[in-house]
C-alpha cells in the first residue's frame, strides 16, 4: 500500500534496531568482559569496548580451568556438552525414525497403544519427575556416565510425531512401485525413506542439539564428579555468591564459549533450524 | 507374455465396501485391454488386484496358468505405471529404471543394456542423470513407462497414466503408448476415466459402473452394441439420447406426446405393450421441417463446435440433443420433425437398463 | 489419514518400536508412577523406614503457606514474562513482516537468542544488573535507584523476567512472523480499499487473523516459563531473596534435593504433573489437527 510508506518503513527500521541491539547487548558486554582482566571488572570499571586480554583469558579457561570451584579446563567441559548434544540429538532421531517408521508402514495388535504411549511423553518434560527418575539412573549405575546424561532425555514424542507427520507426505505410490520393485520393509526404508527424510533428520538434529547442549537440571543432578560436568553447569558454578570470588571474566569468557555452538548452529542453519521448530512445535 | 484370468473376482473393504462385486474377465495374452468407468466404479480397484497391491476377497486371479492370489507384487513379473508417476525422487532417471533389476540380482551389463535400449525407444537418453523434479510432466511419463518396459514383463499394468497431463500431450502420450504397445507386444491392462483415451488404445474396452463389469467388448462394439443404458449414456459425447417409450406395433415405438419411432424389429426380442427406454445417439438424428413421421421436436438452443453443431430441444418431456456435421441441413426452425434410421435406434429393458438384443 | 500401502510383517514392527518404548517406559512411565507411590509416603530423617500416609504428604503440602507462594510467584512470573515476551515479538513481527530492505537479516539477527541456554541467559543478565559491579546497575543507581537483587525480592523477580523475556522473544518473533506470513495479502488489500487505516487494520483484520497463532503460543510460553526458565532462577538468584522467586518447579528441586523432603517433593511433582495435563488438554484441540488418530 502506498500510504505513509517512507514514515512507515522509517519506524520499522527504527523499531527492528532497537530490538536488534537490544538482543545482542548482553552478550556483547559479556564478550567485552571476556577481553579485560579481573581488576577493572571488580572495581566496576568495565569500558564499553574490548581490551587486550581476550587471548590470555580464552586460553586460560579453555585449557587451564579457573581457580574456583571448577578446576576443569572448560574444553573438558565442551566436550561433556558436545558428546551429550549429539548423543541426544543421533539417539532421538534413531529411536523415533525406527517407531514412526512402524506405526506408520504396519498394522498391528496395540499399535494405537503404542502410539499413545509414546504421544503422552509430549508435553512432560524431565522436570515433573526429576527425583524419580534420578533413582532409576542411579540404580542403573549410570550416575556420571554419558549414557546417564544422554538417555533418559532421549525419551520424548517429538521426533516420532514429526517422522510420522513426513511419512504420511510419501506418496502410497511409491511404497506400491517399491513392492512392484522387488523391495521389502528394509530395502523400502532404506533405498527410500531414509534418502527423502534427509531434510527432515537434519531439523530435527539442529533442533535437538540446541536442546541437549542446554540442557541445566538433568546434568546439575547427575553430575557428582567435575570432570563430567557440562559447560552450562560449569559457568554457573564458577559465580558465586560472594562477588569477591567470583572471577567474572572468566565466566564471560566461559558463557561465550557456552553459547558460541548452538547459536552458530542457528546462524549458519538457519533454514533448517526454522523449519525444524516450526515443525516440532508440539 | 501371457493372458490374465479372472474368476469371481470380489474385494470387500475393511469398512464393509464391496468395490468389486464378483468380476469374472479373460484378457488374452498380447491384449490391450481397457477398463472404463466413472470413478469410484472399481476399475484401479481391480488392477491393483492384479498387481498384488490389494488383496483379492474372494475368486481368483491367474496370470498364465499361475493363480497369483497370494503372490507378492515382485514375483507376479508384472510392471506399473502410475497416475502420479511414483518415481523414486532421490534417484537418477537411470536408477529409477535400474532399481528393480538390482533388486533382482540382474547383472549389471544386462541393466546398462536394458536401461539403454528402453531410454532410446522412449527418447529419455539425455535425461539419464537427471533427477525426476528436473523433468516436465511428459518426460515423468516417460521414465515411469521405461521403469515398466525394462522389467520386460509378462504384463503392463496402467493405472490412469495420462490423467496428470495437460491436454496435448496426453495426445501424444496415447499415440505413443499404443506405438510401444504394437512394437512389444505386451498384455497390457490400462485403467481410465477417459473414453476416448479407451476408445483410441483399446482392442477390449470392459466398462465397468459400481463394482460390476457392465460389458465387455471391441470399441466399435461398445459404442454400436452397448448393453445397458450405462454403456450406452457412458460411452459418446454428447451421450446418447434416452427417452422412455412403449412398443406400439412391430417395429414401432412411441414416445408420448412426441410421435413415434421406428426399429429394426429383427434386432430386438419384444412385444407390443412393453415399456422399453429408447436410445439414439446424437449423431443419428436427422431434422427435417415438415413431414409426417419421426418425433415432435422443439428447439431450444444451439452449441457451435465447428466440425458439428449441437443442437438442444425436446420431444415431449425428454430432452433431446441433436449432432448435425456442419454443412449439412439445419431447418432451423423452432419446431421441426426428428428422425433416426431404424437400425440407429436401441431399446433397453425398462425395468432392467439392459438391452433388448438377445444374447 | 491412515497409509494405503502398507507392510504385512507382525514381529518386526514391534522390534522397531521396542527402542523407544523400552526408554520410554524405563525413565518415563516408571519414574512417574514411583513419584506418585512415594507422594504417599513419609520417609524418616535417616532414610531407614518409611510409612504409608495416604494423603498426608499433600495436606501438609496444601497447608503450608510457602507453597501458596510459590504458585503465586509462579503465576506472576509466567503472566509477567508471557505478557512481555508475546507483545515484544509481536511488534517485532509486524515489523519484520513489512516489505523492506533487509527483512531476511533482521530476521537473523532476532532469532539466534533461542539457541542460548536459560543458565546462560541468567548468567549474561546478572552479569549487567550484579550490585556493585554491573554496568547497568551502575547507572541505575547514579539515577537513585537502590537497585539490589540480592536483597529486593522486586528487583530480583525483575531481573529473571527480563532475562527469560529475552531468551523467549526470539520463540515467539519467529511464529509471529510465519503467522503473519501467512495472512493473505488480498485480505489486507481488501481493508485497505475498505478504507481502514494500518493501524485499525492491524487491530481489525491481522491480530484476529493471527489467534491462532497466539493462543499456540500463550500455551507454549506458560509451558516455557513453568519449566525452562528453571536454569535462569538456579542462576540468577537460587530462588531468593527469601523464596520471593521460589517457582513451582524450583520448590521441588530444593525441597527435594536441599531439604531432603521426598516425599514432600513427590507430592508436588504430580499436583505439577496434573497441571501440564490440564494444559495439555487444553493445546490438544491444536494437536489435533495433526494427529488425526
Known sequence: MVENRRFGDILSYVILTLGVLVLAFPVYLAFVASTWDAATIANGQLPIYPGGRMAENYYRVLFQGTGSSTRQPVGVMMFNSLVMALSIAIGKILISILSAYAIVYYRFPFRMAAFWIIFVTLMLPVEVRIYPTYKVVADLGLLDSYAGLSLPLIASATGTLLFRQFFMTIPDELLEASKIDGAGPYKFFVDTVLPLSMTTIAALFVIQFIYGWNQYLWPLLITTKDNMQTIVIGIKKMITTSDALTEWQLAMTTAVLALLPPVAVVIVMQRLFVRGLVETEK | MASVTLDTVRKVYLGGVEAVKGASLSIPDGSFTVLLGPSGCGKSTLLRMIAGLETVTSGTIRIGDRVVNDIEPSERDIAMVFQNYALYPHMSVYDNMAYGLRNRGMAKDEIERRVAEASRMLAIEEFLTRKPRALSGGQRQRVAMGRAVVRDPQVFLFDEPLSNLDAKLRVQMRLEIRRLHQRLKATSVFVTHDQVEAMTLADTVVVMSKGEIQQVGSPTDVYRKPTTTFVASFIGSPAMNLMPGRVVGRGMVEIANAGTLAFDAGQFMVGEGDQVEVGVRPEDWALFTSGEGGLAFRREFVEELGATRLVHGSAGAAPIVVAIPSGANDPETRDARLVAKAQAVHLFSSATGRTLRPA | ?293
Not at chain 3, 23 to 45: G, N
Not at chain 3, 92 to 119: H, N, S
Open chain 3, 1 to 293: 489419514m491412515e497409509k494405503r500401502a502398507i507392510f504385512s510383517g507382525q514381529t518386526l514392527p514391534y522390534l522397531l518400536l521396542l527402542p523407544q518404548l523400552a526408554i520410554t517406559i524405563l525413565f518415563f512411565y516408571w519414574p512417574a508412577s514411583q513419584a506418585v507411590w512415594q507422594s504417599f509416603l513419609i520417609e524418616d530423617a535417616f532414610g531407614t523406614s518409611t510409612q504409608f500416609v495416604w494423603f498426608e504428604n499433600y495436606q501438609s503440602l496444601l497447608g503450608n503457606p510457602e507453597y501458596y507462594k510459590a504458585m503465586s510467584v509462579t503465576a506472576l512470573f509466567s503472566t509477567l514474562v508471557t505478557v512481555f515476551s508475546l507483545s515484544i515479538a509481536l511488534l517485532l513481527a509486524a515489523m519484520a513482516d513489512r516489505q523492506i530492505r533487509g527483512a531476511l537479516a533482521f530476521r537473523t539477527l532476532l532469532i539466534w537468542p533461542y539457541a542460548v541456554a536459560p543458565a546462560i541467559a541468567g548468567v549474561l543478565w546478572l552479569f549487567m544488573f550484579q550490585p556493585s559491579l554491573g554496568m547497568v546497575a551502575q547507572l541505575l543507581r547514579r539515577y537513585g535507584v537502590d537497585w539490589n537483587p540480592l536483597l529486593n525480592g522486586n528487583h530480583a523477580m525483575t531481573l529473571v523476567v527480563m532475562a527469560a523475556v529475552w531468551k523467549q522473544v526470539s520463540y515467539n518473533f519467529l511464529f509471529f512472523l510465519a503467522g503473519l506470513a501467512a495472512i493473505p495479502r488480498s485480505v489486507i488489500e481488501a481493508a485497505a480499499i475498505d478504507g481502514a487505516r494500518p493501524w485499525r487494520r492491524f487491530w481489525t483484520i491481522v491480530f484476529p487473523l493471527l489467534s491462532p497463532t497466539t493462543f499456540f503460543l500463550l500455551v507454549v510460553n506458560i509451558t516455557y516459563v513453568f519449566f525452562e526458565t528453571f536454569g535462569i532462577i538456579d542462576a540468577v538468584t537460587q530462588g531468593g531473596p527469601s523464596k520471593e522467586t521460589t517457582t513451582l518447579v524450583y520448590k521441588v528441586f530444593s525441597d527435594g534435593r536441599l531439604g531432603g523432603d521426598l516425599g514432600g517433593s513427590a507430592a508436588q511433582s504430580v499436583i505439577l504433573l496434573a497441571m501440564v495435563v490440564a494444559l495439555t488438554a487444553v493445546q490438544f484441540r491444536y494437536i489435533e489437527r495433526k494427529v488425526t488418530y
